[in-house]
C-alpha cells in the first residue's frame, strides 16, 4: 500500500470512471451494493479497494504510515518509553521473567513443530491519550513536558474510568499509534477514561512473538509501573485489551496468553524486581473491531465478501507468497519465509490466530465485545464469538450489514458511528462489572433495522453463508491453509541454500 500521494493518485486515477459510474447508480439507488450499503460507503470501497491491494515496499510503506504530522486538535497526547525488564528469568516454578512465559505459554499451545526466533526484550514506546476539552480542531498541542502533558490529561480522566489498552491495526506490518490518535482520543472522550497506544514491533523485521512480547510488557506496566512512570498502578479490573484488525488480534492473544499462563499455574510475573501477579480473571475486558483473528485467511468470507469490503481476496496461487511484495531491504526474509507476521507452521497456533483456540483455552474469560461487518473477516469473527459463548464466556456482538472493514474507526454512517459508541459503552460498563451475559447478538441493517440472532448459531449456514463453519470444518480449513504454506516455505527456503551453495562455489573457483 503505497500512501504517498502519487501512490494514491496512481491507485485511483485509472478507477476514476468506476467511481463516479458507482456514485452515480449509488444516489439513484441502482448501484451493486445499494441494498445494503449507503452511497458514501460504496464510494470509499470501489476508491479505497484499488489502493489497499496495490502491494508496495513494506518498508517504504511503513515509513509513510509512521509520519507525526503533530498532535493537533482535541487530544492530549503524553508519549512514553516503557524501559526494558533486565530481569528475565524465574525464581520458582510459578514465577518467570517476561521472555521465560511468552515461550511456555507458546509450547504449550503449540502442536510440537513451534518455529520461531526468541526476540530481544526492548523498550517498548506508547501514548498516553485522553480527551482535552475546549479546544478547537486546529489547537496545536501545549509546549510542555511529556510528564506535564499526563498530569494534564488526568485532570479530564473521570474517577474509575477504563484504561484502555490499545493495539492499532495495519497487518501487524503497518500503522502506527499517530495513525490511530483521532479513534483513541475519541474513545478516551466517550468512555470518560484513556487509552494507553503502544508502538508494538512491526513484521517482518520483528515477527512473532515480536509484537506480542512487547504488548505483555505493556499490560504488565500498567499494572506494575517501572520506577519514572508518570502513572500509579492500574488495577486490571479497570483495564480494557482493545484494538482494530490486527491490533484486535493481538489484543485478544494478550488475553490468551493471561489465560493460558494461569491455566499453567504461573501467577506471577518477575518484572523491574517486582514479582507482579497476573490474573486473566481480572481484566474488564477485551473490545476488538472488524478482528483478524485468522492470519492464514482460512474462512470462506474471504471470498464471499469481496464486493462489500475495501480489503483484496488472498490470491489461489499457491506456489508463491502473497500479497507479492516488492522486494527492498526488509522482503523477503534473509531466511525466505511465506508470511510477513511468522513462519509458516505457526499460522494455526492460537497465539498467532486466535480463532485457533480451543474452548478450554478461554475458561473464565472476561467479558469480550465483538464489532463486525460483511467483511473478508466476518466468518473468524462469527466462529470465534460463538466458540466464546459455547466456552461459558460472556460475549456481545454487535455486527452490520454491507459494512467493511474497520467502518466502526471511520464513522462516516450511522453504522461506524454506533458501533464505536457500542463499543464505548461496553468498555465503559464492563469495568462497572455491569455486562450481562446474553444468548444473542445482533445484525444492523444500513437502515438501522436490528435483527437478533443467537451466538450458538454464528458461523452456521444461512442465506448468505453454504455451509455450517462447525469446529470440524474450521479446524479442516485451517490445517489446509497452514499446510501448503509450510510446504512452499521449504521450498523457498531449499531454493535459496541452492543459491548460496552457487554462489560460494563460483567465489571459490569451482
Not at 517476561?98 to 526468541?118: M, P, S
Not at 454512517?413 to 444473542?440: H, M
Not at 474450521?474 to 504454506?485: D, M
Request: glycine content about 6%.
Amino acid at each position: 500500500m503505497d500512501i504517498s500521494p502519487f501512490g494514491i493518485a496512481k491507485a485511483v486515477i485509472p478507477n476514476l470512471p468506476l467511481v463516479i459510474k458507482t456514485a452515480v447508480l449509488a444516489l439513484l439507488s441502482r448501484s451493486p451494493n445499494a441494498s445494503v450499503q449507503d452511497v458514501i460507503t460504496e464510494v470509499i470501497v470501489v476508491t479505497a479497494r484499488p489502493m489497499l491491494s496495490t502491494p508496495a515496499a513494506i518498508l517504504k510503506s511503513q515509513i509513510q504510515s509512521q509520519i507525526d504530522w503533530g498532535v493537533w486538535g482535541p487530544m492530549w497526547i503524553a508519549k512514553y518509553t516503557i524501559p526494558r525488564p533486565q530481569d528475565d528469568c524465574h525464581d520458582n516454578e510459578r514465577v518467570y521473567g517476561v521472555r521465560n512465559a511468552l515461550v511456555k505459554a507458546i509450547k504449550e499451545l503449540g502442536t510440537g513443530d513451534n518455529a520461531f526466533d526468541l526476540p530481544e526484550v526492548v523498550d517498548v514506546q506508547a501514548e498516553w491519550t485522553g480527551h482535552r476539552s475546549g479546544v478547537s480542531t486546529l489547537a496545536r498541542r501545549l509546549n510542555i513536558s511529556e510528564c506535564k502533558q499526563y498530569e494534564m490529561m488526568m485532570k479530564e480522566v473521570a474517577p474509575n474510568s477504563p484504561t484502555i489498552l490499545y493495539f492499532h491495526g495495519g497487518a501487524f506490518c503497518l500503522m502506527d499509534p499517530v495513525t490511530h490518535r483521532p479513534a483513541t482520543s475519541a474513545l478516551a472522550q466517550q468512555t470518560g477514561g484513556r487509552c494507553f497506544s503502544v508502538r508494538y514491533r512491526l513484521a517482518p523485521q520483528d515477527p512473532f512473538p515480536s509484537a506480542l512480547l512487547d504488548a505483555f510488557i505493556a499490560y504488565l506496566s500498567l499494572i506494575s509501573p517501572p520506577p519514572g512512570s508518570f502513572h500509579e498502578p492500574v488495577p486490571p479490573k479497570n483495564i480494557i485489551f482493545s484494538g482494530d484488525s490486527s491490533g484486535a488480534g493481538l489484543a485478544t492473544s494478550l488475553l490468551l496468553l493471561l489465560t493460558t499462563l494461569n491455566r499453567m499455574r504461573i501467577d506471577h510475573i518477575h518484572f523491574h524486581g517486582v514479582n507482579v501477579p497476573i490474573d486473566a480473571t481480572e481484566v474488564a475486558g477485551l473490545a476488538i473491531t472488524s478482528p483478524w483473528l485468522d492470519i492464514s485467511r482460512s474462512l470462506p468470507s474471504v471470498l464471499r465478501n469481496i464486493k462489500y469490503d475495501i480489503i483484496a481476496p488472498p490470491s489461489s496461487d499457491y506456489t508463491m507468497p502473497h500479497p507479492r511484495f516488492p522486494h527492498d531491504s526488509v522482503w523477503p526474509a534473509r531466511s525466505p519465509r511465506v508470511e510477513t507476521y511468522c513462519e509458516s507452521p505457526m499460522v494455526t497456533h492460537p497465539l498467532v490466530s486466535p480463532l485457533a483456540a480451543k474452548r478450554e483455552h478461554w475458561p473464565g474469560v472476561a467479558p469480550v465485545y465483538v464489532s463486525v461487518g460483511w467483511e473478508s473477516m466476518q466468518d473468524e469473527a462469527e466462529v470465534f464469538t460463538r466458540r466464546l459463548h459455547e466456552a461459558g464466556g460472556t460475549v456481545i456482538f454487535d455486527g452490520y450489514v454491507g459494512m467493511p472493514h474497520c467502518f466502526a474507526l471511520m464513522p462516516w454512517n450511522q453504522a461506524g458511528r454506533t458501533a464505536f459508541e457500542n463499543c464505548a459503552n461496553f468498555c465503559a460498563e464492563a469495568v462497572r462489572g455491569k455486562i450481562k451475559s446474553t444468548n444473542f447478538g445482533s445484525w444492523t441493517d444500513k437502515d438501522g433495522k436490528v435483527e437478533t440472532v443467537e451466538l450458538r448459531k454464528l458461523g452456521m449456514r444461512n442465506h448468505e453463508r453454504k455451509v455450517d463453519l462447525d469446529d470440524v470444518l474450521v479446524n479442516k480449513l485451517l490445517e489446509e491453509q497452514r499446510r501448503w504454506r509450510v510446504d512452499l516455505e521449504k521450498k523457498l527456503r531449499n531454493c535459496e541454500k541452492g543459491k548460496t551453495i552457487k554462489i560460494n562455489s563460483i567465489r571459490n573457483g569451482k
